[in-house]
């Protein structure tokens, strides 16, 4: 079952829009005139090899670089450009790193709770006091990513792909509407990347998920429609038969 | 109670023993006579309550470095300007006591031929309002320094050397006689604080505990701020500061917070310790005294908070009796031990402590128990695992089982 297409439209029905986004970093053009756009509800996959322009695509989209030219909207009506890392998170787009970044010397527990959503100002947490229901939400998580037992130990100590999942745990606490996920499976064992398939899919129902990853198993698993990125900009976009299909993917994968 | 909620066992001990040092000192020098073996002379009360001011210079440090990542190599300057805003008072209780005689102007003006009081001095004979200043000008400061610098988001070594060269501008312009603030002597001649001779071991007794009672305060806010959701944040933007900012914290404005604040306590060990050795002059602005502190916190342990204040005690009598015996050799000894700390005991006393703790507690049962320990851990890996091909299963089930769309 393939999730149906977004219809190509403007920025109004769209959970993300950008149009001719364009990033140069001393000249080179991480971005081309990049245009992508995100259904609410969507799961998209976004591949492309190395250099393809993926990462800074995901910091555009998360106000760590500005780009030099072109519109990004969120929601429709918010302009992305106007604001910074701290206000994107939020509005409401969640980021997981391609290397797990977690809190490491902070309890699992703590890394949940500072990631839950609530207010960020210095002086309402200086006064906090986490509800019962803020604890019992840290207790649903733990249970989804399978940590209730490393609760209160160090978030240094967890394997690779415990990490990975803390994070996931950590995008879900801050009740993102959209989220960023770079390389999901990297580093992860076969039985590691066929649960966290099966776990962005779940997330992926009433959350809209933005997927970049390198491994076409894992992708395929995700059954969604993907978009080939190449030199910064878009190449082909449609279900993974489709675009494999494509004979300028074929072209730009194999070499030419 | 706010202040006390996130204290715990160690804390209220050491609180407690604050509490125990603020009354035995005073104590052993008013009550004892001088023949009691126990007796402590007036030199060694000034010398502990200088050592008290320093703790709380250094739990100030151990804020913002050991709980922010923040390496202020300036924090001499908010203990100076402390120090100032107390001098600045005690000059104006003198008031005609002075060797001119003049009623309205300290002496260093009288000689420097001023006629008038500069705007900056006016108010500094009432007390509250020179606390008040004690509190403020170091706050302030750091605010409007904080704020370009978090803002453009200044960090590392980069930060560190311009708080250096922060607090070495404020070195150059304070020896400037036309500041107002006395130049090359700085202020100094005290008679009284509230008027109280400040010679009497009465008053000295005072300040004494004074200084143990803003440690004890000192700790408690610092205490309660890195027990807080606010120090989790802080400890989180030490170690991972821009995936801080991608949950939604605003980095610069933590930051700024908790500079301010360690400031503002830099400003009250300053004020504390200057009626205490009875004169404050631009050599407080230096860059090494700055250094200095961190090395206290450095070797005590950062980010213990205890350790800032044990580190700050050790050191510094380390200096007392180093200075005495061979004062020439006290640089090479503070380098030497700033080299050793860094080499073998990366996480201070305190921290070497704790871990000597822990390895005698694992010692003692099963000489097996790490090996044990190991396969717990790989037996709850490899459940985690499990339970996600579990969930895994379960989500594929649900979806084949609903109906095809």
Redesign the interface.
Known sequence: ?TRPAPRPGNASDSILYLDGVTVSFDGFRALNALSLLIAPGELRAIIGPNGAGKTTMMDVI?G?TKPDTGEIFFEGAIDLKAH????I??LGI??K?QKP??????TVR?NL???LAGK????A????R?SAEDADRIDQLLG?I??A??AESPAGGL?H??KQ?LEIG?LLA?EPKLLLVDEPAAGM?D??T??????L??IARDHSVVVVEHDMAFVRDLDCRVTVLHEGSVLAEGTLDQVSAEPRVVEVYLGR | M?LTRHLGPGGWWFLLAIAAVAVAVPYCNLVLPPAHPFHANSYIVSLLGKYLTYALLALAVDLIWGFCGILSLGHGAFFALGGYAMGMYLMRQIGDRGVYANPLLPDFMVFLNWTELPWYWWGFSSFPYAMLMVLLVPGALAFVFGWFAFRSRVTGVYLSIITQAVTYALLLAFFRNDMGFGGNNGLTDFKDILGYPLQAGSTRAALFAASAIALALGFLIARA?TG???G??L??IR??E??????????E??KL?VFTLSAMMAGVAGALYVPQVGIINPGEFSPANSIEIVIWVAVGGRGTLVGAVVGAGLVNYGKTVFTTAMPELWLFALGALFIAVTLFLPRGVLGALGDYVEWMRRQKPDPLAHIEAQRQARR??A???E???A??AQ??AE?EAAP??
Do not use: C
């Not at chain 2, 821009?242 to 980095?251: A, D, P």
């Open positions: 079952m998360t760590k910074d890392e701290a206000a998170a939020q969640g980021r790193f970044t977690v809190f490491e010397n902070h703590d709770e500072l990631a960020r100002g210095p002086f947490t200086l006064f906090h986490l989804i399978g940590l037992k490393s394997s792909g415990q999942w950590m801050q064992t039985a590691e066929a649960a966290t398939s099966e776990l899919k779940a | 706010f701020v807080s959701k606010l989790k944040v400890v989180a170690d991972a821009s995936r801080t900012r991608f949950l939604g914290y605003r980095v404005h933590y917070f709850e890996e459940e985690s695992t339970h996600f091909l969930l895994a989500a594929r979806r095809a769309e």
